[in-house]
């Protein structure tokens, strides 16, 4: 029997408190493109809480984001040749894909006389496989990794902007040369990893750790992953799994307990988008 | 198999992080000139009920700070901005005059000050209040007038640094058609009737709630907490 490592994955949006009451759209979106033999692509966008259409932004460029990242791994070969590609090619690809996502948005936009600027949204794309992981985004949110499944890093710096809260969208004019690195963050993860989560500012209070003062009062963004938080859904992910739930049913717990599973996110104003996926093995 | 609604043990589960959350600073600026002397008790039972309401809502209590300055012929800082919980209730002075221009002024340091400090630690917060109660005729050496343009202009500068909400109150005797023409035609201010301190301190409470259950770059905010101050019975636009 051969065993091909693959991932079972819990995502959702939900709807914040604040947006609930005033009648607003959830502003969020994920996409989620499962491409068999371990390999997939999970995209988490945020729609800027100012604009009005920011909701059709998010979720224009996190669908159209999962089909074209999956096309790249498809077009350079790196499921082919069990290879993942290094630090620099990847950040090329990363950019230039993102771009084509923003034309893409922007006809969007034209089509439906649609401002351009009130689509604006941030995005995370994680491409999966079997070899690491290959991150990049625009924007804030947070998104970890687990290599060992003990111990968990981030994997990203949300882009804080000049003014505290703040932060860019991929609708902002970030594309030159000399900048785009500033803005877009693209890394490579070699090595394998055991499970990972993106997520949009509104679940960060619960799964990572960010602002705490120090000792000396001094507050910082720790920007860690909550392992007290990730574990334990880890493991209710893989047990729910081996029993036997589908991914609607995960997905349909991972709604329930993003809508309050715990004070903090039962308390959270904003909108809510989580995608937890941890690896598994089938035979094949 | 044992279906999974028997297993309550595997339902997601998980402790989050003790995380401090994006401040909204509220500068009350109280007048406590003579003629405010009977209505003391109420404001203090008002600040009272108001801090219990806050205390009570775990998002309120965990966003709003609150910062208390006093004018007289004397401007003191009676509460330095702090979240609810660490807030105390001070005991206020009395004096004849009604310095509202130095007040005001030392509410906008108080306020800057702060505003600096989130974001010289990178703080996210939410565009600060303050809110003016009084019941008199300003009086003093320097001109109202000039210290309230300085705040209007913030109210509509597109620098986050500087933005700010002020909204003015007037009880028995306010000069209202003043508080008129220092306050943003955005916020009107309002007459609270029969000097109801305990009407004001619930439209307070129920609007720092409004903000801190909202996301900082919500930019309905400001409208819904003048609609809210429009909405109270006890309060009336009186000029």
Redesign the interface.
């Known amino acids: 029997m051969n065993f091909q490592p693959d991932w079972i994955v819990?995502s959702s949006s939900i709807l914040?408190?604040?947006h609930a009451?005033?009648n607003k759209p959830c502003q969020d979106a994920y996409w989620h493109l499962n491409m068999g033999h371990g390999w997939g692509v999970a995209v988490v966008s945020d729609g800027?809480?100012?604009y009005a259409y920011s909701h059709y932004g998010s979720r224009f460029t996190a669908r159209d984001a999962a089909h074209h990242f999956r096309n790249e791994v498809y077009k350079q070969g790196w499921m082919k040749n069990a290879s993942l590609p290094e630090e620099k090619e990847w950040k090329v690809c990363a950019q230039k894909t993102l771009f084509a996502v923003r034309g893409r948005l922007e006809g969007f936009a034209q089509q439906h006389e649609l401002s351009f600027a009130h689509l604006g949204c941030t995005i995370i794309v994680v491409i999966y496989s079997p070899l690491g992981l290959l991150v990049t985004h625009i924007g804030d949110g947070r998104a970890g990794y687990s290599a060992d499944g003990k111990q968990w890093e981030p994997m990203m710096i949300p882009y804080?902007g000049e003014?505290?809260?703040?932060t860019v969208f991929i609708t902002l004019d970030i594309w030159e040369l000399s900048v785009c690195d500033r803005f877009i963050e693209s890394r490579v993860i070699k090595g394998p990893v055991q499970a990972f989560c993106l997520l949009s500012d509104g679940c960060?209070?619960?799964?990572?750790?960010?602002?705490?003062?120090d000792k000396d009062g001094?507050?910082?963004?720790n920007n860690t992953p909550?392992p007290?938080?990730?574990?334990?859904?880890v493991e209710?992910?893989r047990?729910?799994h081996a029993?036997?739930?589908t991914p609607d049913?995960i997905n349909a717990?991972?709604t329930?307990?993003l809508e309050g599973?715990?004070?903090?996110?039962k308390?959270e104003?904003?909108d809510k988008t989580m995608i937890l996926s941890t690896k598994t093995f089938r035979d094949v | 198999?044992?279906s999974?609604k028997e297993?309550p043990w595997?339902?997601?589960?998980?402790?989050?992080?003790?995380?401090?959350?994006?401040k909204c600073l509220w500068v009350l600026v109280i007048d406590t000139s003579i003629s405010m002397e009977p209505h003391m008790q109420e404001l203090v039972e008002g600040l009272r009920a108001f801090k219990a309401d806050v205390e009570n809502d775990?998002?309120a209590s965990e966003r709003i700070e609150v910062a208390i300055v006093e004018f007289h012929e004397k401007v003191k800082v009676r509460c330095a901005p702090k979240l609810i919980d660490d807030m105390t209730i001070p005991e206020f002075s009395t004096g004849a005059y009604t310095f509202m221009a130095q007040g005001l002024e030392r509410a906008m340091q108080v306020l800057d000050t702060r505003v600096e400090w989130?974001?010289g630690?990178?703080?996210?917060?939410y565009v600060p209040f303050v809110v003016l109660i009084t019941d008199g005729e300003p009086n003093g050496p320097k001109d109202v007038h000039k210290v309230a343009m300085g705040i209007k202009k913030r109210m509509n500068s597109s620098k986050?640094?500087e933005q700010v909400m002020f909204m003015a109150f007037g009880v028995d005797g306010a000069n209202m058609e003043l508080l008129e023409e220092i306050s943003d035609p955005m916020f009107p201010p309002m007459y609270v009737r029969n000097a109801n301190f305990s009407s004001l301190f619930q439209w307070l409470s129920m609007s720092t709630k409004i903000v801190?259950?909202?996301?900082?770059?919500?930019?309905?905010l400001p409208q819904?907490i003048a609609e809210s101050a429009t909405d109270q019975e006890d309060f009336q636009r009186n000029v």
């Open positions: 819990a914040g408190n604040s009451a005033v800027a809480g100012s804080q003014s505290p809260g703040s960060e209070d619960a799964a990572f750790e960010c602002w705490r003062a001094l507050v910082k963004d909550q007290l938080f990730l574990d334990p859904n209710a992910l047990k729910m029993e036997g739930l049913q717990r991972w329930q307990f599973g715990n004070s903090v996110l308390n104003p904003d | 198999m044992q999974y297993e595997q339902d997601f589960s998980g402790e989050s992080a003790k995380n401090l959350h994006a775990p998002v989130y974001r630690s990178a703080q996210p917060y986050r640094s801190s259950h909202s996301t900082p770059d919500d930019l309905s819904m």
